[in-house]
Nanobody, 124 residues
């Protein structure tokens, strides 16, 4: 089993920055991909960014490309999401997810482990 705990959410003005963290514990050696998803009020949860624990490769949703950066510290079993130039439409609950056998990073069903989520609110 793997446990994921997110932190770093909060309230920020448009144009500001936040850094989210996701700390993994348990059988972390089995994780091959970690990602961030988000769910805005009244909307479905959507993919934000992903990072491969093997080669560090990353991939972003078009809506955040150039503004958000995903990174990882494998020694600390922690993944980060640096969010810059935040917009009101970035307001959502952000979830960290981990997969041990992923085939499609965009597919939520491929992730076995999820954090509890952290709220990000961007005011205009």
């Amino acid at each position: 089993q793997v446990q994921l705990v997110e932190s770093g959410g909060g309230l920020v003005q448009a144009g500001g920055s936040l850094r989210l963290s996701c700390a993994a514990s348990g059988r972390t050696f089995s994780i091959i991909v970690m990602s961030w998803f988000r769910q805005a009020p009244g909307k479905e949860r959507e993919f934000v960014a992903t990072i491969s624990r093997g080669d560090g490769g990353t991939y972003y949703a078009d809506s955040v490309k150039g503004r958000f950066t995903i990174s990882s510290d494998n020694a600390k079993n922690t993944v980060y999401l640096q969010m810059n130039s935040l917009k009101p439409e970035d307001t959502a609950v952000y979830y960290c997810a981990a997969s041990t056998r992923i085939s499609n990073v965009l597919r939520q069903n491929d992730y076995s482990y999820w954090g509890q989520g952290t709220q990000v609110t961007v005011s205009s």
